[in-house]
T-cell receptor
Framework: KNEVEQSPQNLTAQEGEFITINCSYS?????LHWLQQHPGGGIVSLFM???GKKKHGRLIATINIQEKHSSLHITASHPRDSAVYIC??????????FGTGTSLTVIP | ETGVTQSPTHLIKTRGQQVTLRCSSQ?????VSWYQQALGQGPQFIFQ???????GRGNFPPRFSGLQFPNYSSELNVNALELDDSALYLC????????????FGPGTRLTVL
């Protein structure tokens, strides 16, 4: 069993839709990251969370430490949001664990 | 633009060879982590270096080794390459006091034939 599980694996949405990607983890963590990876491999760090909620533009990330669960929300989705979204955690033991990613396609 | 660069961008090697991948971080980023990402998979943590010492290691064999230099550059060395080592190799650096905020390089795509 992976330490980090994401759902769904693949997601197709119409432009303008509200999108939610979920992440559950099984280890004690010091922080959780949401990452965006575009074709070709480049990774961009979207959020780093250790509690609560953060918002950047149309992106919102939440984390529930007790339930070991985080969600990434995209409001008013746009085709340029199409990418793979990866949840990653830094464990209390200084290890990094990654989910396998959610591939998002937003159709105009 | 994260300010983290990696070289080369692509590399082809044959089984049994050795390879060195390089990462150049922003000035002041004294923590660097290396990851392996196989096609269609999430990244896997290889190891982390802090102030030129290994500071955490994932489930990778000793033929994966690293170095970090005082000029904020680092290397990932892989000996005795295997076909399954074909992957995208990513490095990420961190700012002192903010080790959880990582800045990723564009990656090196290694193909082992």
């Amino acid at each position: 069993k992976n330490e980090v599980e994401q759902s769904p694996q693949n997601l197709t949405a119409q432009e303008g839709e509200f999108i939610t990607i979920n992440c559950s983890y099984s280890v004690g963590i010091s922080a959780l990251h949401w990452l965006q990876q575009h074709p070709g491999g480049g990774i961009v760090s979207l959020f780093m969370l250790s509690s609560g909620k953060k918002k950047h533009g149309r992106l919102i990330a939440t984390i529930n430490i007790q339930e070991k669960h985080s969600s990434l929300h995209i409001t008013a989705s746009h085709p340029r949001d199409s990418a793979v979204y990866i949840c990653a955690v830094r464990s209390s033991g200084n290890q990094f664990y990654f989910g396998t990613g959610t591939s998002l396609t937003v159709i105009p | 633009e994260t300010g983290v660069t990696q070289s080369p961008t692509h590399l082809i090697k044959t089984r049994g060879q050795q390879v060195t991948l390089r990462c150049s971080s922003q000035s002041g980023h004294n923590t660097v982590s290396w990851y392996q990402q196989a096609l269609g998979q999430g990244p896997q943590f290889i190891f982390q270096y802090y102030r030129e010492e290994e500071n955490g290691r994932g489930n990778f064999p000793p033929r994966f080794s690293g170095l970090q230099f005082p000029n904020y550059s680092s290397e990932l060395n892989v000996n005795a390459l295997e076909l399954d080592d074909s992957a995208l190799y990513l490095c990420a650096s961190s700012i002192p006091g903010q080790q959880n905020e990582q800045f990723f390089g564009p990656g090196t795509r290694l193909t082992v034939l």
